[in-house]
């Protein structure tokens, strides 16, 4: 398997635009997670889903942020309209029960 | 929610030395992952161990959950061992996990 597969891996976008990132999970899992990584807050989850489904979005900063699960083997995050406080590095996480294994992440600069 | 506090934050190494890293954490919890985060910033699988000890290569690692803390132990540590080193854990239901800040590790020549 070629592992959670992210894209893009950088992103440079202006301050008011729109951002969407994409997410491969590994075939076969079945939860899928969100992590944003800061220098300020390190690591955090955003939101995760199970079976396509929502779970928990508790982690989502504003509404400005929104992610979706359409099948199983795809899941997007966007930002509209993007802040330069949003820069950061986000993860895509999936699993099948315990472990979890993360994408190489996409490094987003807002300008 | 729950806490995960690793030590220590900081380690400077000299090629070949052993080194032991601690993760501790403030509830049961029924997952427990160690991540390498290389220099290019990927995150990668060191051990899944919500319990007990495993072992790979000149990595061990040890969880005692009744006591709430787990250990990542570094063998004859080369160049390529640095990085920060995450632990993450997650109770309950989804596998959701919690990371602590890391160890920031330097092996030196």
């Known amino acids: 398997d070629a592992g959670v597969i992210q894209s893009p891996r950088h992103e440079v976008t202006e301050m008011g635009q729109e951002v969407t990132l994409r997410c491969k999970p590994i075939s076969g899992h079945n939860s899928l997670f969100w992590y944003r990584q800061t220098m300020m807050r390190g690591l955090e989850l955003l939101i995760y889903f199970n079976n396509n489904v929502p779970i928990d979005d508790s982690g989502m900063p504003e509404d400005r942020f929104s992610a979706k699960m359409p099948n199983a083997s795809f899941s997007t995050l966007k930002i509209q309209p993007s802040e330069p406080r949003d820069s950061a590095v986000y993860f895509c996480?999936?699993?099948?029960?315990?472990?979890?294994?993360f994408g190489q992440g996409t490094r987003l600069t807002v300008v | 929610g729950i806490q995960v506090e690793q030590s220590p934050p900081d380690l400077i190494l000299q090629e070949g030395a052993n080194s032991t890293l601690r993760c501790n954490f403030s509830d049961s919890v029924n997952n427990l992952q160690w991540f390498h985060q290389n220099p290019w910033g990927q995150l990668i699988n060191l051990f899944y161990?919500?319990?007990g000890t495993k072992q790979n290569g000149r990595l061990s690692a040890t969880t005692v959950a009744t006591e709430r803390y787990s250990l990542l132990y570094i063998s004859s540590s080369q160049t390529t061992d640095s990085g920060v080193y995450f632990c993450a854990v997650g109770r309950g239901g989804g596998n959701k996990l919690t990371f602590g800040t890391g160890t920031q590790l330097k092996v030196e020549l």
């Open positions: 996480a999936s699993s099948w029960g315990t472990e979890a294994f």
């Open positions: 161990i919500p319990s």
